[in-house]
């Protein structure tokens, strides 16, 4: 038995296994295929500060190994969090993570100092890249100016552990993450969906209510993998990576181009056990490269 | 209700013509409580092409077998109708909410379980359910032509069969919303699954006479158990996921221009 505990900053893991923010609901959905308190942790919902109906109908297509969704950021907001769901969830024994969306640098700032509260919530995930937002959103997260300066309000009153989650379509991902790490993020998540489409020939409209909505599964891996190997040569900050990731060997690729952890999203729609199962592959593979901590293997590509 | 993940062994793939086909599936434990109106979720082989699970509807629960009667209309329901016994199927069940039996019932009541093509799958289980509890069914099943005569002998176990085909080959010709029963005697309560259209025209019928009607929606998923908020529908009370509050609605929930 390899040892499978990370830190980010002074928060403690007991494995890299994360599950992603909206595909992972409360946690509590899962509670039925899972022991909640075997992985590392998980991302509730996109929050906001206000309810928002997120998007019209159909909201999804599947695509060659994956899904295009345009859900649209969906929830009852911040305060209906902190009222209904944090008294049912904080007990659970993992680390549980927010990820707070806003269209204004304030409706950030009021989703994270409400969070702040929090006792038994010990870190945020800043989603300054969400595509199926109308206003703002993937603005955030689309140029450095904007990033910084989100980054920046919402440290000033945040001060838990600071996640920040990137944006792929972007031309330049790596300058994100350095103008995000200037301004006092903890870590970075990367990547979000990427921004695609699907039409309907017979028809000829588009299938999704927004026209285009945002790509996830194993068919963005590849892409996912690349942008985390560029960030984890350009920042000193950690990396938690994630896009497409099905099994424990594509957990270990991420880390092996440097991410500290992993998170797993859409493939929990598949098989809402996957979690457990790449835990148990991790410590497998560590025993076989003989390798006592999986910290040893963060970064470690050889080329 | 409780959710499980579990491999089920094919038992038997049954062929019924050229578009449908009936699996009985079996588990080599006792069965959880599942209730008429709820689905489960099929892991697909070849994931690559058939990335999400596909849900369908319990057909029928028996001993230790489930039964699903689907029809071929894509690449994935095609993938299943190739499957053979011994086989083994991942599913996630029971989901959805089921059909609700009001305790107000008597069981002189006249209830109809209206079904259009496929939407006929769930009505069997609801109706043995019904039966069970000593109500006498009466099944109004509209099928394109003769052809499509699906489980039929099934169906009469459980209660009264009426049928439509639109060729007029077998029972009325038309569709299930003309069928002369609906107009002749008194309907109480009615329980329809089918293609949008004919749902429409069957809670148009409700409306008009004051029936209590539920319908049972397939909007599109990614989960099937209520985390991905991909398949709402718009309601008086906002919107609600299909496949935790639904897949079975009171039409009166709906916002369908009725
Ligand atoms: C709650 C529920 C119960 C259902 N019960 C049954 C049943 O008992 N028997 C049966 O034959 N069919 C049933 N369906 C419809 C069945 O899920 C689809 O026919 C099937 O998913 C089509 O898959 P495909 O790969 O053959 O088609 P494709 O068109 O290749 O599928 C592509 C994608 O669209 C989705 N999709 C396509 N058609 C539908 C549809 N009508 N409803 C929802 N999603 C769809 C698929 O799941 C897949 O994600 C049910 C649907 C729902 C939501
Ligand atoms: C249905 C759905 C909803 C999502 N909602 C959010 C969200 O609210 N906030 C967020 O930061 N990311 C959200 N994501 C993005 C995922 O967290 C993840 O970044 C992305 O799907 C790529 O990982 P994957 O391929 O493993 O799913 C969502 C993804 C899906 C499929
Ligand atoms: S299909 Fe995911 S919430 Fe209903």
């Not at chain 1, 963005?220 to 990731?245: C, N, S």
């Not at chain 2, 099937?224 to 897949?247: A, R, Y």
Request: charged share 20%.
């Amino acid at each position: 038995m390899a040892n499978l505990n990370i830190s980010i900053n002074k928060l403690k893991f007991k494995n890299p296994v994360l599950a992603a923010s909206g595909t992972f609901g409360y946690g509590i959905e899962y509670s039925d295929f899972i022991d909640l308190s075997q992985i590392g942790g998980f991302f509730v919902k996109g929050t906001t500060v206000n309810q928002m109906e997120g998007n019209n109908y159909p909201r999804i297509i599947e695509t060659s190994s994956g899904m295009l969704n345009s859900v649209g950021l969906q929830n009852k907001g911040v305060d209906h969090f902190i009222n209904n769901i944090y008294p049912k969830i904080k007990n659970i024994r993992t680390n549980i993570m927010v990820n707070i969306s806003g269209s204004t640098i304030k409706e950030y700032i009021i989703c994270a100092e409400k969070i702040n509260e929090l006792e038994k919530i010990p870190a945020i995930e800043l989603n300054i890249s969400c595509p199926n937002m109308k206003y703002g959103g993937i603005d955030f997260g689309s140029n450095c100016y904007s990033a910084s300066k989100v980054v920046n309000a919402v440290r000033k009153v945040y001060h838990k552990l600071l996640i920040v989650k990137l944006s792929p379509n972007v031309t330049d991902i790596t300058k994100i993450a350095k103008a995000v790490e200037e301004k006092g993020a903890d870590a970075i998540s990367l990547i979000n969906t990427l921004i695609g489409m699907a039409i309907n020939i017979e028809d000829k409209k588009p299938i999704l209510s927004t026209v285009t909505g945002g790509l996830s599964g194993p068919c963005i891996k590849p892409i996912a993998l690349r942008m985390v190997w560029q960030t984890y040569k350009a920042v000193k900050i950690p990396i938690i990576g994630l896009g497409g990731i099905s099994n424990f060997k594509d957990a270990i690729e991420f880390i092996l181009a440097g991410a500290t952890a992993i998170q797993v999203g859409t493939y929990n729609f598949i098989d809402p056990t996957i979690s457990l199962k790449i835990i148990n592959g991790i410590n497998e593979y560590l025993d076989k490269k003989n390798l006592k901590s999986v910290k040893e293997l963060v970064g470690k590509l050889i080329f | 209700m409780k959710k499980y993940i579990s491999d089920w062994r094919i038992k038997e793939n049954i062929v019924l013509g050229d578009k449908y086909f009936l699996l009985k599936l079996c588990l080599e434990k006792s069965l959880p409580k599942i209730l008429p109106g709820q689905f489960v979720q099929v892991k697909m082989q070849d994931s690559e092409n058939t990335f999400l699970r596909r849900p369908i509807s319990v057909h029928y629960v028996i001993n230790n077998e489930l039964w699903l009667l689907i029809k071929i209309v894509g690449k994935g329901t095609y993938k299943l109708s190739k499957i053979q016994p011994n086989e083994y199927l991942n599913l996630i069940y029971p989901l959805g909410n089921g059909f609700s039996v009001p305790s107000d019932f008597s069981k002189n009541k006249k209830i109809f379980l209206i079904g259009g093509g496929i939407g006929i799958a769930p009505l069997l289980y609801l109706g043995y359910y019904l039966k069970n509890l000593n109500f006498d069914p009466i099944f109004l099943l509209g099928l394109k032509t003769e052809n499509d005569l699906l489980q039929l002998s099934e169906f009469r176990r459980h209660g009264t069969v009426y049928i439509t085909t639109e060729n007029g080959m077998l029972g009325e010709k038309g569709f299930v919303t003309d069928h002369s029963l609906l107009f002749t005697v008194n309907v109480n309560f009615i329980y329809a699954c089918g293609p949008i259209p004919m749902m429409i025209s069957v809670a148009k019928y409700a409306k008009k006479y004051n029936i209590q009607c539920e319908v049972s929606l397939e909007n599109r998923m990614a989960c099937g158990f209520g985390v991905c908020l991909c398949c709402i529908e718009k309601t008086k009370q906002g919107n609600i996921c299909i496949c935790k509050k639904g897949p079975v609605i009171n039409i009166n929930k709906l916002k369908w221009q009725i």
